[in-house]
């Protein structure tokens, strides 16, 4: 199967896990969960991290009992053709993610820094980053993730200059919002943990791959612990009014920082998240890639070139704030729905079908 | 060349029976420093060959004539001449090459067909000096020489067990260079050392001048601007990486070594850390970090912010830097790349230049450039200070080869600043990122320990950790045998 | 074959980036507006002013304003660049300054251009301007650019402890906080000399009212929960002055029953120590006396002042916001109706420590 020398340590999937997790969602999520968690945002924050952990274990049951990806799995379960097209579903799943995180991105550099920036020119700038990244490999690809994570760490440190001027009484009363809200504001928030669906592919690369699922778990309270940090701060730090008009939080936060040698940090904090959004392209267009390899049988770059060229057409023809919205409608609902309804039916299922094979035997 | 030689061996192959004095000497007595001399003693004649350019005089009269003069045979000549490594032959190109290597051939005419070779080669050699490049005020004070003997007495020297192994190899068709490849059996993966000799032997190339060209031809990525062999002039740095099972590559004629497999870590520390505590080591390894990633981004950051993003500049700093600006009608840009380019220049020709003329100009045209261009309003004084920061801070990085390319890759950095602002200062980030990931070393991650991320081989990189500390080779190098000393033990010593 | 397209490539990408098509803004080739005012001309016409530093080669600087009128802030922008000879950005915009006349109209509208813009940064002081902005920014303090200067004040006292922390972030969290409302100093010219004369008090984005110079450090201490430096100095008797400095006061709110008419207790505790005493014999100094008439001096401003914003109907000191992480059936209306009615009380607790160095 996996050539060995492809295969990474299973600490990696730490990094791998939580690297797209934070993309460029982190810079603008405490809006959408406040409008109904309120001042109890952040307990959605932790929900949302539970219920992620449960899918990711649903996710490793799945594939310690299968040993294989998804594609395959569901080629397996379902026959060839079935399982193809519910691979393709998946593709385009990733294939949607890449596109609304490289166009929010783009959105973001537009509206923030370069407001007649050429975005044709721009994408295609990180659509051969993607392609020098991908050809190197599976390996390259979790180097950029761990890189994608370590460097721009120090980002967060600046997270405490706000606090000067934070509210942190705004977090009380704790729990006055009803639960059909505080599910609402879990449903939003896990919106930021989603793309982590790419384990399902890249399981095979790892040594090991059972015993990587303890740093899956580590990896999601990462993320978790650094959204509940910003979470606390921006309730703190905003009216809750006010930030219903701020469409990226995290950035506005930024504002406040001056430093003697800087001022205005969110600029920096725009230009560092180049580095951390780039793993998040990199792994979904990968999963991508390797998921029609494994559905049809064409050569890797050429899967590699056709679906960047997809990526790119579709960047182009998504900006704007109402198509980008849209997108991030339709992408996020179909993730929610394949992570947490299709995954734990096909677990169960496929729980039944090994049972069942055994008895016949 | 090759084909004329080719053919020479197999013409002499076929008249091997009509083998004579003339069809041995014929092709070399074309030079006129090959000399051919007849001694005649009381029994018989015999015929002397050699290059007197190649040749040492002194062993030639007192050892080789005067012992000449009293044989009767060849057989009795070896008995007399008082060398260890004396060679009877009757292959043509054998004696030829010996002949080239500086040996002199003697061939009676009597005894049959057959010729001695004895070693007189000259030694033009430089004396073993302190070291240049790698200059460090603490520890020894021996560099490599252009001998491959010498070099490799000065590794052994520090290594004095069995386990060291050097396999040499001849590269270059015109050069015939002898490349040696150290490592130590049992320490050393296989790996590592089969595939430099692998390379080695698949080599096709007239000349090796350098042991540069060598890493030029052998290492994983050609077209990267990164060396990925180590190139060192100091002993003890290569008897270092032998023990931490490394592979070294002596070359002959070259006055460095390369070292391989190697991390762009190892390119950031200079063999005096070890020789300093541990802690001031440390500080100067951070220093020069700081300064690699000072020189490259500094001035790209200058030209992104200027350009684009005056909102980062602080408040209190905004009128010291227009009114280093107003006069100057120059975008940042074209201020910067002139400075830059001014700088390379100096460089450049410091580097031609005789030594003492090469100070003068450096002082001079520093001096006299920078003040006018500031004066005449081409660059403003801010960046004359930051272009020449940046420059000093190139120049930290202890391999050479290094510093250069960390000049170079500035210029990437310094375009897309102005094209693309901050964010592309960023995307050159990441592009040199993805770079450095995908290159190898002898097929071992160039990153490494960052990633794959080996938090123990950290102990030796950023920072370098005490001895007691560094028990364990590099996991890195992938050696056979991973521990250097019992740690525990060496606790219990020093109690 | 490869090779020769990924030179291709790079090509592409150097071609490409000629038409990136980003506009520059060379720090020299644009003209940074440092301050921003705005006089109300008639019902809906602003006249704006905006000042910008020239930076002479000999160092020093000169502020050059430019005036015009309209009704949208952004479009003054354009009439303005009319005038100037280098495109006016406001990325380094340190203070605005809003009439009197206008503040008292509302300025959320105008504020919007600054939130807006992402160029604009979160610490720009928001200022009320006792008179003609255009005045004020028309002039020359020493040889600073005027938006430093004008921030520099504020900043300055309110890092000294004088008046509560203030700027473009603080006055929209309080635009937009339910139980709080936002302040802005006032700022005015007296005999060509900028003053810090009162600190505005705003009813969501309007200016309803003023505290004066006297109340500045007492209306610090209760809007702050953590405060340091601030001074209080008193009269005890006519021959015994007293001037205190706080090292650190602490506020407590008690509120039995939120969101219902019971009272609401503010405790203050100043731990402090004696900047200057002076009486008329060299006696010793009586603590415990100091102590308690300071006590009642700021229990009896501290009320008048509470009473000033409850009559007013604005909440400066956010006991909305501290009822509000009290309660579960949070209301703002209903709030609204009973915060002028409710009593609150200021309790406060003084506790000199140390005398300076002379007993």
């Known amino acids: ?361 | 060349m090759f084909r004329t030689r080719k053919k020479d061996k197999t013409s002499a192959e076929n008249k091997k029976a009509a083998e004579t004095i003339q069809t041995v000497f014929n092709d070399l007595s074309a030079s006129d420093d090959f000399k051919q001399s007849f001694v005649t003693n009381r029994h018989v004649t015999f015929c002397i060959g050699f290059y007197e350019t190649l040749t040492e005089a002194d062993i030639l009269h007192k050892d080789i004539l005067h012992n000449v003069q009293k044989a009767v045979s060849i057989e009795e000549l070896t008995a007399l001449l008082p060398f260890e490594d004396l060679k009877i032959s009757e292959d043509v190109t054998l004696i030829q090459d010996a002949l080239l290597q500086g040996s002199v051939c003697i061939h009676n005419s009597i005894s049959n067909k057959q010729f001695c070779l004895v070693k007189a080669k000259s030694a033009k050699e430089r004396q073993v000096a302190p070291p240049e490049v790698e200059f460090s005020v603490v520890g020894p004070k021996e560099s490599f020489v252009e001998s491959y003997q010498t070099n490799i007495h000065l590794i052994r020297k520090r290594l004095p067990i069995s386990n060291l192994v050097v396999k040499e190899r001849t590269v270059g068709r015109l050069s015939k260079t002898k490349v040696g490849v150290l490592y130590i059996e049992g320490i050393a993966n296989k790996e590592n050392y089969n595939t430099v000799l692998q390379r080695i032997e698949d080599l096709n190339i007239d000349q090796i001048a350098d042991s540069s060209y060598l890493t030029q031809l052998i290492q994983d990525n050609q077209h990267s601007p990164f060396p990925q062999f180590i190139d060192t002039e100091r002993p003890d740095r290569i008897a270092a990486v032998l023990g931490e099972g490394k592979v070294a590559i002596i070359v002959d004629g070259a006055p460095h070594a390369l070292i391989g497999p190697t991390t762009i870590f190892e390119f950031f520390s200079a063999f005096e850390d070890y020789y300093l505590n541990w802690l001031v080591a440390s500080f100067f390894r951070l220093v020069r970090f700081f300064a690699v990633l000072f020189s490259i981004l500094v001035t790209p950051l200058y030209v992104a912010v200027l350009t684009y993003h005056y909102e980062l500049i602080p408040k209190d700093m905004v009128s010291t830097l227009v009114t280093s600006r107003t006069a100057i009608p120059l975008p940042p840009i074209l201020e910067a790349l002139i400075l830059e380019l001014a700088i390379e220049l100096l460089r450049e020709a410091g580097a031609r230049l005789p030594t003492k003329v090469g100070q003068t100009i450096g002082i001079v045209g520093g001096i006299v450039i920078g003040t006018a261009s500031v004066e005449a309003g081409l660059t403003s004084n801010v960046l004359l200070i930051i272009v020449a920061l940046a420059a000093l801070a190139s120049f930290t990085t202890p391999v050479y080869q290094m510093g250069n390319t960390i000049r170079l890759i500035r210029f990437p950095f310094l375009l897309m600043s102005h094209y693309i602002g901050l964010i592309g200062v960023a995307i050159s980030f990441c592009f040199l990122l993805i770079h450095l990931l995908r290159l190898s070393s002898l097929g071992r991650p160039f990153l490494e320990p960052l990633f794959p991320l080996r938090v123990f081989d950290l102990k030796d990189a950023l920072i370098r950790l005490p001895f007691k500390y560094q028990s364990k080779r590099p996991i890195q190098a992938q050696t056979e045998d991973t521990v250097k000393f019992n740690q525990s033990e060496a606790k219990h010593k020093n109690e | 074959m490869k090779k020769i397209f990924q030179l291709f490539l790079l090509a592409v990408i150097v071609f490409l980036n000629g038409c990136m098509n980003i506009d520059t803004q060379i720090l020299d080739e644009i003209q940074l507006s440092s301050a921003t005012g705005y006089d109300l001309v008639d019902e809906d016409q602003y006249e704006v002013t905006v000042v910008y530093p020239v930076y002479e080669s000999g160092g020093g600087v000169k502020n050059k304003t430019l005036t015009t009128t309209d009704n949208l802030s952004k479009e003054v922008r354009d009439k303005l660049n009319l005038k100037s000879e280098k495109p006016l950005v406001s990325g380094k915009l340190e203070v605005a300054l809003y009439s009197r006349e206008l503040a008292e109209k509302g300025i959320s509208l105008i504020l919007d251009s600054l939130t807006r813009d992402p160029s604009v940064g979160s610490n720009v002081m928001i200022g009320v301007a006792d008179g003609s902005t255009k005045e004020i920014l028309e002039q020359q303090y020493g040889e600073t650019d005027n938006g430093i200067f004008l921030s520099d004040l504020i900043e300055q006292n309110m890092e000294a402890g004088v008046i509560p922390k203030t700027n473009l972030h603080l006055f929209m969290y309080g635009n937009y906080a339910e139980g709080l409302d936002p302040i802005a100093p006032i700022i005015g010219l007296s005999e060509d000399e900028l003053t810090l004369k009162a600190i505005g008090l705003f009813d969501s984005d309007r200016l309803v009212g003023h505290v004066d110079e006297k109340d500045f450090s007492l209306l610090r201490v209760l809007m702050e929960h953590k405060s340091k430096r601030d001074s209080f100095s008193l009269e005890i008797n006519d021959h015994e002055k007293v001037s205190i400095s706080s090292m650190g006061t602490t506020l407590n709110y008690k509120v039995s029953n939120p969101m219902e008419m019971s009272d609401i207790t503010i405790h203050l505790k100043i731990k402090a120590y004696i900047r200057e005493y002076i009486d008329g014999g060299l006696k010793k100094i009586k603590k415990q006396q100091i102590e308690k008439a300071f006590e009642k001096d700021i229990k009896e401003r501290g009320d008048a002042l509470v009473k000033q914003f409850q009559e007013l109907g604005i909440d400066p000191l956010g006991v909305g916001e501290e009822v509000r992480t009290r309660s579960r059936n949070w209301d703002v209306k209903k709030w609204d109706d009973l915060y002028p009615e409710i009593s609150i009380h200021i309790v406060p607790e003084v506790n000199i420590t140390e005398t300076g160095v002379l007993e």
């Open chain 1, 1 to 361: 199967m996996v050539q060995k020398e492809e295969q990474v340590s299973p600490f990696l999937v730490f990094f791998l896990i939580h690297a797209i997790q934070v993309g460029v969602g982190i810079l603008g999520f405490q809006r959408i969960v406040i409008k109904s968690g309120g001042n109890d945002s952040w307990i959605a924050v932790i929900a949302a991290a539970i219920i992620v952990s449960a899918v990711i274990f649903i996710l490793y049951t799945l594939l310690n009992r299968h040993q294989m990806d998804i594609i395959q799995i569901q080629k397996k379960l379902f026959g060839k053709y079935i399982g193809s097209l519910f691979g393709l579903i998946w593709i385009m799943n990733w294939i949607l993610l890449t596109v609304t995180v490289l166009s929010s991105f783009v959105e973001i550099v537009e509206v923030w820094v370069f407001s007649t920036i050429n975005i044709y020119v721009f994408a295609f700038i990180f659509i051969l980053l993607t392609y020098y990244c991908l050809t190197g490999g599976f390996r390259v690809v979790a180097g950029i993730c761990v890189l994608g994570t370590i460097i721009p760490m120090y980002l967060y440190l600046t997270f405490l200059f706000p606090l000067e001027h934070t509210h942190l009484r705004n977090l009380l009363p704790i729990w006055n919002h009803s639960i059909k809200e505080m599910g609402l504001a879990t449903r939003d928030m896990s919106l930021s943990y989603l793309g982590f669906s790419s384990l399902l592919m890249y399981y095979p690369y790892i040594k090991n791959a059972k015993s990587s699922q303890k740093w899956a778990h580590f990896g999601n309270i990462l993320t978790c612990l650094i959204y509940l940090f910003l979470m606390v701060i921006t309730i703190g730090y905003f009216s809750e009014k006010q930030l219903s008009h701020h469409i990226w939080a995290t950035l506005s936060l930024w504002k406040i920082v001056e430093l003697p040698f800087v001022e205005r940090f969110e600029y920096i904090g725009i230009t560092s998240w180049v580095l951390m959004i780039l793993p998040n392209i990199c792994l979904l267009v990968w999963a991508a890639a390797e998921g029609i390899g494994k559905v049809v049988n064409i050569k890797q770059k050429k899967v590699l070139l056709i679906i960047l060229l997809i990526v790119y057409i579709l960047t182009i023809f998504m900006s704007g704030r109402e198509r980008i919205d849209m997108m991030n409608n339709v992408s996020a609902k179909l993730g929610l729905f394949l992570l947490f309804v299709y995954i734990p039916v096909l677990s169960a299922y496929s729980f039944v079908w090994n049972k069942l094979k055994e008895k016949k035997k």
